[in-house]
């Protein structure tokens, strides 16, 4: 089995460091070293110059100017993959990484080179290297967002149905429950139990707030 080198580019701030990482990563075998950039204003709209399997990003202070820069790259260079450098050690930092600059890896202000290249070999195979601590923090995060999405979910009215919708509409015209049923042509207490449902999925109080809330958000729109 033939296997490729992995392509890198450097974009970071500071030359010392860029210089010496591209010496020290050319001495790795299976890994190359594009040109590195200082910049986005070094690379082209289409990001046609880099054939890059990853990124090696600066995340140094101020860390939202470093993520903005992640964004804009991933705009010029769709689906490109970044692992962040010079991370300062905080939770707070190392999961905006994560979840705003969308990272697949990170290595922190203390790193050693040799966490450069495990990290890099790491989102190269489609993996990730994350200390338990961060995997915690990690699955913590994802529970709560998925939990805020549920209640979300869970506080939004239900849909009401095509009858529901009819009789929403007769009582913004006014009408009470019997004249309801006399023009739908269904049975008194067969409204009664619709105008209890749709109270109990718009969350309202009482008719009249359901009416006004359901032409609102325009739910009746398409009703004739």
Do not use: W
């Not at 790491?122 to 990690?138: D, F, I, K, R, Y």
């Not at 239900?158 to 042509?185: P, Y």
């Amino acid at each position: 089995m033939v296997h490729q080198d992995i392509r890198i580019v450097i974009f970071h701030s500071n030359r010392l460091l860029r210089e010496s990482l591209l010496l020290a990563l050319a001495q790795q075998d299976g890994i190359v070293v594009s040109p590195e950039v200082s910049g986005l204003d070094q690379i082209h709209a289409d990001g046609a110059e880099f054939q890059s399997d990853l990124f090696l990003v600066e995340a140094s202070a101020p860390l939202q100017i470093c993520l903005e820069q992640v964004r804009c790259l991933q705009t010029i260079v769709p689906g490109c993959k970044t692992i962040m450098l010079d991370v300062p050690n905080t939770d707070e930092a190392v999961l905006a990484c994560i979840e705003i600059g969308g990272a697949s890896g990170y290595v922190l202000d203390n790193g050693s080179f040799d966490d450069v290249v495990r990290n890099i070999l790491a989102v190269a195979a489609g993996e990730t290297v994350c200390s338990p601590h961060m995997a915690n923090l990690a699955f913590a995060r994802i529970s709560t967002l998925a939990h805020q999405a549920n209640s979300r979910r869970a506080n939004q009215p239900q849909s009401l149905t095509r009858r529901e919708q009819d009789i929403i509409e007769s009582i913004e015209k006014g009408l009470c429950n019997k004249e309801i049923a006399v023009r739908l042509g269904i049975e008194l207490s067969t409204v009664k139990n619709h105008v209890h449902n749709i109270l109990d999925k718009l969350k309202l109080q009482d008719r009249r707030s359901a009416a006004r809330y359901v032409k609102e958000h325009g739910l009746t729109g398409n009703l004739h």
